[in-house]
Nanobody
Framework: QAQLVESGGGLVQPGGSLRLSCIAS????????MTWYRQAPGKERELIAV???????NYADSGKGRFTISRDNAKNTVNLQMSSLKPEDTAVYYC?????????????WGQGTQVTVSS
C-alpha cells in the first residue's frame, strides 16, 4: 500500500528556515514525480515545487529563490528546504507522488504537515 509521510513542519519566525521531508513507501519511488503543495486556510491547494523522476525541478513563483526541492532515491525521500520564510508561507504542506505504471496513472498524497510563520 502506497504511503507518504511528511515531517519537519512547525512554528518558525519570519526570515527563518525549515526543512520538510516526505518518506515514501509502497511504490517505486524512483519512477515517481514528486511535488510539494500547500494549502492555507480558506485558500485552494497550490503547487510549490516539483521534481521529476530524473531530477528536473520546477518552482512556483512563490517559492523561487527561497525553496529548494530535492530527492534521495536511495532513501525514498523528497525534501523541501525553505528559507526566508514569510507569514504568507503559513499553510499545511502536502507531499504528492505521481507515476504511470503499465499505462495506469497513480496519484498519492501525504497527510500534510503544518508550517506556521509567525513572530
Amino acid at each position: 500500500q502506497a504511503q507518504l509521510v511528511e515531517s519537519g513542519g512547525g512554528l518558525v519566525q519570519p526570515g527563518g528556515s525549515l526543512r520538510l521531508s516526505c518518506i515514501a513507501s509502497g511504490f517505486t519511488f524512483s519512477s515517481a514525480a514528486m511535488t510539494w503543495y500547500r494549502q492555507a486556510p480558506g485558500k485552494e491547494r497550490e503547487l510549490i515545487a516539483v521534481i521529476s523522476s530524473t531530477g528536473s525541478t520546477n518552482y512556483a513563483d512563490s517559492g523561487k529563490g527561497r525553496f529548494t526541492i530535492s530527492r534521495d532515491n536511495a532513501k525514498n525521500t523528497v525534501n523541501l528546504q525553505m528559507s526566508s520564510l514569510k507569514p504568507e508561507d503559513t499553510a499545511v504542506y502536502y507531499c504528492n507522488a505521481r507515476l504511470t505504471i503499465r499505462f495506469s496513472n497513480y496519484n498519492y498524497w501525504g497527510q500534510g504537515t503544518q508550517v506556521t510563520v509567525s513572530s
